[in-house]
C-alpha cells in the first residue's frame, strides 16, 4: 500500500533535500571543470622549467586574455603544462608559447602566439622547441653577485687600471674618436678602481635586498590583491560619491541663493549683532560683577525654596516691640506688673522691668 506524502518521515526526505542542494552547489561552483559543459579546448605545452608558473594563471594572445592555466606536471625532464583557451580562438600547429613575467613581484602569464596554416591537435603536445621561459630577474641578480664575490677578491685593480693607461699610451697616434674611447675607458678604470670598496658594499647589499624581496615575496602578492580589492571596493561606490558631490554642489548653491535673496535682512541683523556685541564687550566688568553678586542670592534662594512647596523664611521687627511694660499702682500702695508682682520702694512707677513678648514671625 502506497503511504501517503504526508505521513512520511520528514527526515530522510530532509537529508536528501540536503545532499541536493549540496550537489547543485558544488556543481555551479565547478562548472568549467566539468568535461563536455565548460567552454573552451585544453592544449598541452611542454617547458623546460616551470619558471615559477601558477595554476590558473592568465592565458594571453597579443595582450588579451582568452583562457587560463589549469595544470602543471612533471614528465621526464621537462614540466608539461595544460591551459585552456575559450572558443572560437585559434591555435595554429607551429604556435610559440612563453611563459611571461606579469609583475616584478612574481606574477606569470602564458603568451600564445598562434602560427600556422592549420589548427593545432589538442591531442598533441607543443613541443619543448617551441616553447620558451622568461629571464627571472631576481635568480640572476643573485647569482650574479655570488660569482662576483667569489672572484672579486682575485681581480687587481691597480694593475687592470696600470693595464688600460698603457693601452691608451699605445694608441695616442690613432684617430681623436679612438683616443676619446680610450681616455673615457681610462677614466672609467680610475673609477672603478677608487670606488672598490663602495661597489663590494653595493653588491653585498643587493643580495640582501633581492634576498628580502624573495622571502618576501608571498606579503608583496598580498599587498597587491588587498589593494586590488580597495580599488574595486571604490570603483563599485563610484556612482554614491559621485551623487554625493553632485548634491553638495546643489545644496552650496542653494545656500547661496538664499543667502542673495536675504541679504537685505541679513545685513541689518549682522550689523545689529555687531552692536550688541560691542555692548556686550563695553560692561563686561558690570556682567562680570553681576555674575558675583548672582551667586550668594542664588545660593539663598536656593536654601529658601528647597524644603518643599513653600519658602522658608523670616521677617525681622515687623512690630515693634517695647523694651519694658510700665506698672500698674495698686491701691495697697504697692504696684504690679502686667507679667507679674514686684514692690516698688517710691510706691510709683518710677522703676520698669522688661519682660520681652514671644517671637512674633
Same mark, same amino acid.
Given at each position: 500500500?502506497?503511504?501517503?506524502?504526508?505521513?512520511?518521515?520528514?527526515?530522510?526526505?530532509?537529508? =536528501?533535500?540536503?545532499?541536493?542542494?549540496?550537489?547543485?552547489?558544488?556543481?555551479?561552483?565547478?562548472?568549467?571543470?566539468?568535461?563536455?559543459?565548460?567552454? #573552451? +579546448?585544453?592544449?598541452?605545452?611542454?617547458?623546460?622549467?616551470?619558471?615559477?608558473?601558477?595554476?590558473?594563471? $592568465?592565458?594571453?594572445?597579443?595582450?588579451?586574455?582568452?583562457?587560463?592555466?589549469?595544470?602543471? /606536471?612533471?614528465?621526464?625532464?621537462?614540466?608539461? @603544462?595544460?591551459?585552456?583557451?575559450?572558443?572560437? @580562438?585559434?591555435?595554429?600547429?607551429?604556435?610559440?608559447?612563453?611563459?611571461?613575467?606579469?609583475?616584478?613581484?612574481?606574477?606569470?602569464?602564458?603568451?600564445?602566439?598562434?602560427?600556422?596554416?592549420? +589548427?593545432? /591537435?589538442?591531442?598533441? &603536445?607543443?613541443?619543448?622547441?617551441?616553447?620558451? &621561459?622568461?629571464?627571472?630577474?631576481?635568480? =640572476?641578480?643573485?647569482?650574479?653577485?655570488?660569482?662576483?664575490?667569489?672572484?672579486?677578491? #682575485?681581480?687587481?685593480?691597480?694593475?687592470?687600471?696600470?693595464?688600460?693607461?698603457?693601452?691608451?699610451? !699605445?694608441?695616442?697616434?690613432?684617430? $681623436? $674618436?679612438?683616443?676619446?674611447?680610450? +681616455?673615457?675607458?681610462?677614466?672609467?678604470?680610475?673609477?672603478?678602481?677608487?670606488?672598490? /670598496?663602495?661597489?663590494?658594499? *653595493?653588491?653585498?647589499?643587493?643580495?640582501? @635586498? !633581492?634576498?628580502?624581496?624573495?622571502?618576501?615575496?608571498? $606579503?608583496? &602578492?598580498?599587498?597587491?590583491?588587498?589593494? /586590488?580589492?580597495?580599488?574595486? =571596493?571604490?570603483?563599485?561606490?563610484?556612482?554614491?560619491?559621485?551623487?554625493?558631490?553632485?548634491?553638495? @554642489?546643489?545644496?552650496? !548653491?542653494?545656500?547661496?541663493?538664499?543667502?542673495?535673496?536675504?541679504?537685505?535682512?541679513?545685513?541689518?541683523?549682522?550689523?545689529?549683532?555687531?552692536?550688541?556685541?560691542?555692548?556686550? *564687550?563695553?560692561?563686561?566688568?558690570?556682567?562680570?560683577?553681576?555674575?558675583?553678586?548672582?551667586?550668594?542670592?542664588?545660593?539663598?534662594? !536656593?536654601?529658601?525654596?528647597?524644603?518643599? +512647596?513653600?519658602?522658608?523664611?523670616?521677617?525681622?521687627?515687623?512690630?515693634?516691640?517695647?523694651?519694658?511694660?510700665?506698672?500698674?499702682?495698686?491701691?495697697?500702695? &504697692?504696684?504690679?506688673?502686667?507679667?507679674?508682682?514686684?514692690?516698688?520702694?517710691?510706691?510709683?512707677? #518710677?522703676?520698669?522691668?522688661?519682660?520681652?513678648?514671644?517671637? *512674633?514671625?
Amino acid at each position: 500500500m502506497r503511504v501517503p506524502f504526508r505521513e512520511r518521515n520528514p527526515l530522510p526526505l530532509g537529508f =536528501a533535500a540536503l545532499a541536493a542542494i549540496a550537489i547543485i552547489v558544488m556543481l555551479a561552483l565547478n562548472l568549467q571543470s566539468i568535461p563536455f559543459i565548460s567552454g #573552451g +579546448r585544453t592544449y598541452h605545452a611542454a617547458f623546460a622549467e616551470a619558471a615559477g608558473l601558477k595554476n590558473g594563471e $592568465e592565458v594571453r594572445i597579443a595582450g588579451v586574455k582568452v583562457g587560463k592555466v589549469t595544470g602543471l /606536471d612533471l614528465e621526464n625532464d621537462h614540466v608539461k @603544462v595544460d591551459f585552456l583557451v575559450n572558443d572560437g @580562438v585559434r591555435i595554429g600547429d607551429l604556435s610559440r608559447v612563453e611563459i611571461k613575467i606579469k609583475t616584478l613581484l612574481g606574477s606569470h602569464y602564458l603568451a600564445v602566439d598562434p602560427r600556422g596554416p592549420s +589548427r593545432q /591537435d589538442p591531442g598533441k &603536445t607543443i613541443p619543448v622547441s617551441r616553447t620558451a &621561459t622568461p629571464f627571472e630577474v631576481v635568480p =640572476a641578480i643573485n647569482e650574479l653577485s655570488q660569482k662576483f664575490n667569489q672572484n672579486a677578491g #682575485g681581480i687587481d685593480t691597480k694593475q687592470l687600471a696600470a693595464s688600460f693607461d698603457v693601452l691608451s699610451t !699605445t694608441f695616442k697616434n690613432s684617430p $681623436e $674618436e679612438i683616443k676619446a674611447s680610450l +681616455r673615457g675607458l681610462r677614466r672609467l678604470s680610475a673609477t672603478i678602481s677608487s670606488r672598490d /670598496d663602495e661597489l663590494h658594499q *653595493l653588491l653585498g647589499r643587493s643580495t640582501r @635586498v !633581492t634576498q628580502v624581496l624573495a622571502d618576501r615575496n608571498q $606579503e608583496f &602578492t598580498k599587498l597587491i590583491t588587498d589593494g /586590488d580589492k580597495i580599488l574595486q =571596493a571604490v570603483s563599485a561606490r563610484r556612482a554614491v560619491i559621485h551623487q554625493l558631490l553632485v548634491n553638495t @554642489v546643489a545644496l552650496s !548653491t542653494q545656500i547661496n541663493a538664499v543667502i542673495g535673496e536675504n541679504q537685505a535682512q541679513i545685513g541689518p541683523m549682522l550689523a545689529n549683532l555687531q552692536r550688541v556685541n560691542k555692548i556686550l *564687550l563695553k560692561n563686561q566688568n558690570n556682567l562680570d560683577r553681576t555674575i558675583q553678586l548672582l551667586a550668594p542670592f542664588a545660593k539663598e534662594f !536656593t536654601d529658601a525654596t528647597g524644603t518643599g +512647596r513653600w519658602f522658608d523664611s523670616y521677617i525681622q521687627n515687623l512690630i515693634p516691640i517695647p523694651a519694658s511694660i510700665g506698672q500698674v499702682p495698686s491701691k495697697g500702695g &504697692t504696684s504690679r506688673k502686667s507679667g507679674g508682682t514686684s514692690p516698688s520702694p517710691s510706691g510709683n512707677q #518710677g522703676n520698669q522691668s522688661t519682660n520681652p513678648l514671644p517671637f *512674633l514671625p
